[in-house]
């Protein structure tokens, strides 16, 4: 079964950092290109990032462009988000979700909470 | 780049059917077929239920149906049952990024 386990939600300050991560099974993870998307609690959700299969290929939303990276390990079956200069508007669960062709995604994980406050 | 518009709520009564619409621009929805929806209950991971406009993964009900004209897309549940209220999100590629999502409807089933 297609399993994708988000990590390294935290508490944190505004202005730090945090990096999470996505380890995938379930399917051959280097054919795949992955998306993060965020939820604010009680809010709608909102695209993060995405990543090709080549990780050279990578797009972000306005919100997060330049202070978020996004990266993969094919060799870890994982795919990870680097968040710097975190602010209050981050907090959010975020989830990692496998793209399909068609820019729509399949599976997702079950999210890791990040919580941005002094 | 704002979101996508849905109703902020709809509701109908078990055995009805409802139609959810999504309203975007030429940027978005009007100008590509990658249109998707997904189903959010509460405290869960989104679950997608259309694709490509109007495809159903397997093991989505055919109860739920989608298409698009011009700007606007829209899900269509028929013979509504309790375990379909839920939230429920469009998205659609963009010219300017991937994926962009509405700001979800919520369904009560009466």
């Known amino acids: 079964d297609v399993r994708l386990v988000e990590s390294g939600g935290a508490l944190v300050q505004p202005g730090g950092s945090l990096r999470l991560s996505c380890v995938a099974s379930?399917?051959?993870?280097?054919?795949?290109?992955m998306n993060w998307v965020r939820q604010a609690p009680g809010k709608g959700l909102e695209w993060v990032s995405y990543?090709?299969?080549?990780?050279?290929?990578?797009f972000y939303a306005d919100s997060v462009r330049g202070r978020f990276t996004i990266s993969r390990d094919n060799v870890k079956n994982s795919v990870f988000l680097q968040m710097n200069n975190l602010r209050d508007d981050d907090t959010a669960m975020y989830y990692c979700?496998?793209?399909?062709?068609?820019?729509?995604?399949?599976?997702w994980g079950q999210g890791t909470l990040v919580t941005v406050s002094s | 780049q704002s979101a996508l518009t849905q109703p902020a709520s709809v509701s109908g009564s078990l055995g009805q059917s409802i139609t959810i619409s999504c309203t975007g621009t030429?940027?978005?929805?009007?100008?590509?077929?990658?249109i998707s929806w997904y189903q959010q209950h509460p405290g869960k991971a989104p679950k997608i239920m259309i694709h490509?406009?109007?495809n159903r993964p397997s093991g989505v009900s055919s109860r739920f149906s989608a298409s698009k004209s011009g700007n606007t897309a829209s899900l269509t549940i028929s013979g509504l049952q309790a375990e379909d209220e839920a939230d429920y999100y469009c998205?659609?590629?963009?010219?300017?990024?991937?994926?962009?999502f509405g700001g979800g409807t919520k369904l009560t089933v009466l």
């Open positions: 490509n406009v109007s």
């Open positions: 998205t659609s590629y963009t010219n300017r990024s991937p994926m962009l």
């Open positions: 030429s940027s978005d929805i009007g100008g590509y077929n990658y």
């Open positions: 990543i090709g299969i080549s990780p050279d290929v990578a």
């Open positions: 979700a496998r793209d399909l062709p068609d820019w729509s995604t399949d599976y």
């Open positions: 379930g399917f051959t993870f280097s054919k795949y290109s």
